[in-house]
């Protein structure tokens, strides 16, 4: 994108320029936008994992095992399966089912409106859903919160029922559910988990998986070639294999190709991709709601 690229570093001189105006040019400019969401999008917009948001929903958890945030909670391994499900039954409802429109979402939803794009997430909640996003154009690579698999991964397929962690929910006391409401693989007996990669066992990934990826890998396809935009927005660097590091070995690959960063916090870039590579510093969801009322 040799275009954009000279038009970012003769912009990148002027101080002046609002990097929301900036982006916007860039976006427009663009023939194709892969766009890749992390955990600092929902934190932008809210859905921290930290916070208030977090001890007013878990105090007797986190002063049990003194968690630090909700994603270290999320991963913790448990005592026995009642007391795993009474945490998963409240995070699910918080962070999926529950989980309120993101302002953050709908405005990059409406800066994308016909403009030829599609999503790579490592979020498992429900921001896409609720935004009212074509989720023909989102690929969820680390799972849903709101989707169960079997423990021991014995076949692929997913399942859910939201009135049963409802139910999880309402009836559990002192940090467990009651024995009879923990759900179990239809095929194995074993207990089921929430849907969500993990190091040691990845993910269960079913057909509805697999769609979505066939979709993304051929949107990559038939765009490889152009113009195209690589938008990393709040991507940190705790599963760098699924966003970063393929965006940034695209962006190589195509010198017509930029990659734009949007992160507070400044990573590596690799040397050679550094001449095609920005980022955006400023606050997201501001950047983003001045970019949509714009537009």
């Known amino acids: 994108m040799q275009q954009l690229k000279t038009h970012w570093q003769t912009l990148t001189m002027d101080s002046s320029l609002p990097q929301a105006d900036f982006l916007h040019q860039l976006i427009e400019e663009a023939e194709a936008i892969v766009i890749g969401i992390g955990a600092g999008m929902s ?3 809210g859905f921290t994992y930290v916070g208030k948001r977090f ?37 699910s409802l918080l962070n999926f089912f529950d989980q309120p429109v993101g302002e953050a979402y709908v405005n990059l939803r409406r800066i994308m409106k016909d403009k030829n794009y599609h999503i790579i997430t490592t979020n498992a909640d429900n921001a896409f859903y ?29 399942y859910h029922d939201e009135s049963l962690i409802r139910q999880m929910a309402q009836e559990q006391s002192d940090m467990k559910i009651p024995a009879e409401l923990v759900p179990h693989c239809p095929k194995c007996g074993a207990v089921m988990e929430i849907n969500k990669r993990n190091e040691e066992k990845g993910m269960v990934e079913d ?8 979709r993304y890998e051929k949107f990559l396809k ?74």
């Open 43 to 45: 934190a932008a917009t």
């Open 207 to 214: 057909g509805h998986f697999h769609e979505q990826k066939e």
């Open 130 to 158: 609720a935004a009212a996003f074509d989720m023909e154009k989102v690929f969820r690579i680390q799972g849903e919160y709101g989707l169960w698999q079997c423990s021991n991964h014995c076949h692929q397929q997913t």
């Open 222 to 295: 038939e765009n490889q070639d152009k113009k195209v935009l690589f938008l990393e927005i709040g991507v940190g660097h705790t599963t760098p294999q699924f966003i970063k590091h393929p965006f940034q070995q695209m962006t190589e690959a195509n010198p017509k190709a930029l990659f734009v960063t949007m992160n507070q916090k400044d990573y590596f870039i690799p040397h050679a991709i550094r001449p095609q590579t920005m980022r955006i510093d400023e606050d997201i969801a501001e950047v983003l709601h001045t970019i949509a009322l714009n537009d």
């Open 55 to 91: 001890t007013d929903a878990f105090p007797d958890f986190i002063a049990k095992y003194r968690f630090f945030d909700m994603l270290q909670a999320s991963l913790f391994d448990f005592e026995d399966e009642q007391e795993y499900w009474a945490f998963q039954s409240r995070f």
